[in-house]
């Protein structure tokens, strides 16, 4: 049927755009131009859907259960959008992502006028301190919010990772009488993201995997902050998406034409098989004597054109956050068709659960990211009898181990599959079937060389809920995606970097490969925990913290080099954090260490031993699990009375929380074989050894009483 515009919906739009230039001003700060130019369709995605010939089977509630009245006689009424206020987690509700994040007030306002958990007080509350209205929009924080964005190009990505996820989860439990997952995602982006390379690299994947579930909006508004886009942006857009494999649709006036924003909407959900943009042309501010230009584009408009522009749309002039009570009527039907959906689609999934019981319940597990029982058993257990191996292997043997038991397990590599070891035996690839590569049903995926896309696009997986994403790369190309790392952290998104070739020992790669820094920034980075394993219970113990960590992203930094099974390794230690590897009373010298260079570090203690030297080893796989243990546990491994020397093939930045004496990099490593590389900046047991007794003879002829480290008055 064709598309009807309804008296409201001026209204409701011009109340979108009044809003924003209220809330904005309100903080004197943020951005109203986006909002303004974008408010025709946020409008249309969550209000309108004009009925079609759309089959039942093909959204929602196919089930064999009673339908909502407007879904009787095969046509659709409700919104594009599809989600339930009331119920903000609902599974099977559309995802809407705002990857231009910096238009959050349009976010927070669709929120507010549709019944989500934010008031008008929390709009009037727009980026204040502990508000629900922060700058830019995020995860865990405001209801309704589905990733953190506002780093150009990262939303773009998380909508990726989403449609992926949306993908793969209906191949797995999806039935031909029971479509049970079946939501889209949708995305606003803008110029800025499109220009930032993570955007690229997420959408040149996504045209690859033919994603029909991801429908892109597209404000070409030609503006960001250094003016008119043609001072930098002159490319074709519209040429580049069809080069990656998107359908490409376009609106040339998205400020007023709402039929055509209605049906380029309704077109992009009939393509199955490619992702969607649509380049909608807007005029950034619309409204304001500042339109189409960038002084609207990140500053608050002035009193009196506020006043303007709510008199040119019909508005009272001195009226405040003012919202006409038609407006929250026509969003209230809204969340009402979503309240009816989820009720329709619980429905559905008790039957589901009758004829499919197996299915049920282990779908019902992953929304509720509960682990299975005993999974924990799986994990490879070492004696110290046990042959040396390369950490990256003893990762892949916990990946087999637990593959099995864990179906929410998603891999990946960033084209470094055979490498990084990530991809466990017989798994199938996540692909179109059309490619013959795989299947959406596949738990690999095959990222190519994108280590910032596959971070962002692991957020989004991770955001979706029932998968648990790992992603491999060389542990110094992590420093590649540090962005989405740093978005994973502050989201609280359970993702795990599998990061190979951790130091120095990779050896003839030489320095542009080995990461000398990298460490001492992901310690930094608050809510991630960094592990850099020494042996094999120390690695099964990094993924049995992981995967427990629901809330927290892991980097597990894993060497290329074999490493010796450690005396006093057991998992039970390991997952503190923190450990004595070797233990002696009366020590001169504690010798604190990670990952292969704990084995050096016992090796040294044995030949200071052979001088009189009592020396304990002390094992840190993980600085921020060892910190949350509790102050007797940490004191009794990093105990007062003797010095404590740190060791680690690393820049020794931070090490100083921990021990009195640093022993590490100063500069960039070495190409060469991983042994000389090593002798070359003393990483060796006998060194280690004479830089001990260095160390024990300064502290002795200082005098005085030597306190642990970690004892201080902040």
């Not at 209205?133 to 865990?140: I, K, S």
Request: some cysteine; charged content about 20%.
């Amino acid at each position: 049927m064709p598309f009807t515009q309804q008296a409201v919906d001026e209204t409701a739009i011009n109340t979108i755009r009044t809003l924003a230039a209220d809330v904005v001003a309100g903080a004197n700060s943020g951005h109203p131009g986006a909002p303004m130019g974008l408010a025709p369709a946020a409008h249309i995605l969550w209000t309108r859907q004009v009925l079609s010939s759309i089959s039942l089977s093909t959204r929602s509630a196919p089930f064999p259960v009673v339908l909502p009245l407007e879904r009787q006689n095969g046509g659709i009424s409700g919104p594009f959008l599809n989600a339930n206020p009331k119920s903000s987690k609902w599974y099977n509700r559309d995802r809407f992502v705002l990857s231009n994040g910096h238009a959050c007030a349009l976010q927070y306002i669709m929120l507010h006028l549709l019944g989500y958990k934010l008031s008008m007080d929390d709009l009037k509350a727009f980026r204040q301190v502990d508000s629900l209205t922060p700058g830019h929009p995020e995860y865990h924080h405001t209801d309704g919010i589905e990733v953190t964005t506002g780093p150009l190009g990262q939303g773009f990505a998380n909508a990726v990772g989403l449609a992926i996820a949306q993908a793969h989860m209906a191949a797995v439990y999806n039935k031909p009488d029971f479509p049970i997952i079946d939501n889209y995602i949708y995305m606003f982006t803008g110029d800025g993201c499109l220009m930032e390379g993570v955007a690229s690299e997420a959408a040149s994947l996504a045209g690859h995997l033919q994603l029909g579930n991801l429908i892109c909006v597209y404000d070409d508004n030609h503006i960001s902050i250094d003016g008119d886009t043609a001072v930098a942006f002159t490319e074709n857009v519209e040429q580049r998406f069809l080069a990656y494999g998107w359908q490409v649709l376009h609106v040339d006036d998205g400020d007023t034409n709402l039929e055509a924003i209605s049906n380029a909407i309704e077109e992009a959900k009939k393509e199955k098989n490619k992702p969607t943009i649509i380049r909608l042309r807007t005029i950034i501010g619309y409204g304001s004597k500042q339109q189409g230009t960038h002084g609207v584009h990140g500053s608050p408009l002035k009193a009196d054109d506020i006043e303007q522009v709510k008199a040119k749309f019909g508005f009272d002039p001195k009226k405040k956050y003012f919202v006409p009570e038609e407006v929250y009527a026509t969003y209230a039907k809204a969340a009402e068709w979503g309240a009816k959906m989820e009720a329709a689609w619980e429905e559905g999934l008790v039957e589901y659960g009758k004829k499919y019981p197996n299915e049920h319940a282990e779908l019902c597990r992953r929304i509720k990211g509960e682990l299975p029982e005993g999974w924990e058993q799986k994990l490879p257990v070492y004696k110290p009898t046990d042959s040396a191996v390369a950490s990256r292997k003893l990762s892949e043997t916990v990946l087999t181990a637990l593959t099995p038991s864990l179906p929410e397990l998603m891999g990946g590599s960033a084209d470094l599959t055979g490498s990084n070891l990530t991809k466990v035996p017989k798994s199938v690839d996540f692909q179109p079937e059309s490619t013959g590569l795989g299947t959406y049903k596949g738990i690999y995926i095959r990222y190519g060389v994108r280590e910032h896309g596959m971070g962002a696009i692991m957020n989004g997986l991770a955001a979706y809920g029932g998968i648990i994403p790992f992603g491999g790369t060389f542990l110094n190309f992590v420093s590649y995606g540090a962005g989405a790392v740093r978005l994973s952290a502050l989201s609280g998104h359970q993702v795990i970097w599998v990061a190979t070739h951790d130091s120095i020992g990779l050896g003839e790669d030489g320095p542009t490969h080995q990461p000398i820094e990298t460490a001492a920034h992901f310690r930094a980075v608050p809510n991630l925990h960094f592990w850099r394993p020494a042996d094999g219970n120390e690695t099964s113990a990094a993924y049995l913290v992981a995967l427990k960590a629901r809330t927290t992203p892991s980097i597990i930094s894993l060497s290329r080099q074999n490493l010796p099974q450690l005396e006093n390794s057991t998992i039970e230690h390991a997952v503190k954090g923190g450990y004595v590897v070797h233990e002696v009373e009366g020590e001169a010298l504690t010798i604190v260490s990670t990952g292969s260079e704990v084995s050096i570090a016992v090796e040294a203690a044995g030949i200071l031993a052979e001088g009189g030297i009592k020396t304990r080893v002390v094992s840190l796989p993980c600085w921020r699990v060892f910190d949350s243990q509790s102050e007797e546990y940490k004191l009794s491994i990093l105990r007062s009375g003797a010095p404590i020397l740190s060791v680690e093939a690393y820049a020794t930045y931070g090490w100083e929380r921990y021990s009195h004496e640093q022993f590490g990099l100063g500069g960039w490593g070495a190409s060469g074989p991983y042994q000389k590389v090593y002798e070359k900046f003393g990483l060796t047991g006998s060194n280690i050894a004479t830089v001990g007794k260095k160390v024990v003879d300064f502290y002795k002829k200082k005098g005085g009483e030597i306190v642990s480290p970690l004892i201080k008055a902040l």
